[in-house]
């Protein structure tokens, strides 16, 4: 055997061999990456009062929780106008739940409550019947419960202490669905799903998929977010259950999240970047005012004066580089900025920089 057929039997034999121990890519089922056009949550608000606070409710420049009791005693027969009505155990409340697809009359929700006034805590409160309004005005639930919140105020008089939120509540399964809102699936004009991520090769594998396991096309792929499905003759629900249930290759899009409010960083693994280098330097301003007391001379009928004096001080210290190869990843960059000490506030400053220099092969959000 020649040594050029030796040399070809020894790369086909490494291809496969490479090709062998490549980790296969990661596989989802439909049902995590889309959802049914026209099956949908829908939003739901209430206006009510929470009673039974210990003396943490609304203060009396609140005058719309005044009236509201003033109100609810009216329908009950006790006849007590607004101005007379001086408690602070009672808080004004919006009332908000989630009405999902397919509801019954008789199903229960959780809701959450969240004070309207200027309550302190919210914290051992009973919530009063409330109607839950949908968009178009009608009552789809009605909620009522004593609330339970993941926080809690102590201490008055400027010594406090509070923990995490004391001014909202949720009371669980404390609405009953009053109103049919289920979507007939009989009637919606076509069938579609829907990729919560728009990807064009995402909804061509979905529609390859469907289409491989039914044995013909009824899928097809209209845009990067849409794919419909013509009618096979099979219950639609029954339709579902086995499209669903269909694995489908997943597309990960490369993307870097920062949040600047809390210097909070977040990249996917697929983040590559171009061969930079990088200087980064800081200038420190630091402005120090000192109040002196100038005393007059003795006899001069003068007076004491404090006058301020006002120091600068600048000081910029020299620029620090770190340098990437081509293909680096955010880790690398992130730990190479680590070591020349800068903060996660001047990593997402660079990584700004390194996007608009066409650096960064990812899209970068700022939320």
């Known amino acids: ?39 949908r949550d829908n939003q739901l608000i209430g206006y009510g009062m929470v009673v039974g606070l210990n003396g943490t409710g609304d203060r009396r420049q609140t005058v719309f929780s005044t009236q509201t009791l003033s109100n609810i005693l009216q329908r009950m027969g006790v ?10 155990n009672i808080a004004a409340v919006f009332v908000t739940a989630s009405l999902p697809p397919f509801a019954r009359p008789g199903m229960r929700l959780d809701v959450t409550v969240s004070s309207a006034g200027d309550a302190k805590s919210i914290e051992g409160g009973l919530l009063l019947l409330t109607p839950l309004f949908g968009p178009d005005g009608q009552t789809y639930a009605a909620a009522q419960g004593p609330l339970t919140i993941g926080g809690y105020t102590a201490g008055a008089s400027g010594t406090s202490k509070q923990v995490n939120h004391p001014t909202v509540g949720r009371v669980a399964d404390g609405a009953i669905v009053e109103r049919d809102a289920m979507v007939e699936l009989a009637k919606l004009p076509r069938l579609c799903l829907l990729l919560r991520d728009a990807n064009f090769s995402q909804a061509e594998d979905v529609a390859a998929a469907i289409n491989r396991d039914f044995e013909r096309k009824i899928a097809s792929a209209v845009d990067s977010r849409r794919i419909d499905i013509a009618p096979t003759g099979d219950p639609i629900p029954a339709l579902l259950a086995r499209v669903e249930n269909l694995k489908v290759p997943l597309h ?9 409010r809390t210097g909070t960083i ?12 990088i200087l980064q330097g800081s200038l420190s301003i630091e402005i120090a005012t000192v109040y002196e007391v ?6 001069s009928n003068g007076q004491t004066a404090v006058v ?10 020299p620029a620090r580089r770190v340098e990437l190869q081509e293909g680096a990843t ?3 960059l992130v730990s190479g900025l680590q070591a020349i000490g800068a903060t996660a506030r001047d990593v997402i ?19």
């Open 1 to 39: 055997m020649s040594a050029r057929r030796v040399l070809l039997v020894w790369l086909l034999t490494a291809a496969l061999a490479s090709a062998a121990t490549a980790p296969p890519p990661h596989q989802v089922l439909i049902r995590d990456i889309t959802t049914v056009e026209g099956v």
């Open 349 to 367: 400053s660079v990584l700004q920089a390194i996007k608009a220099a066409g650096g960064l092969e990812a899209e970068l959000e700022v939320i």
């Open 330 to 332: 955010v880790e690398q």
């Open 294 to 299: 100038v005393q007059p001379a003795p006899l």
């Open 266 to 277: 977040v990249m996917g693994k697929e983040v590559r970047l171009g061969a930079v280098s």
């Open 308 to 317: 301020p004096q006002v120091t600068t001080q600048a000081e910029e210290k």
């Open 252 to 260: 990960i899009k490369a993307k870097v999240v920062v949040n600047e």
């Open 79 to 88: 006849q007590v106008p607004p101005s007379a009505v001086r408690v602070n």
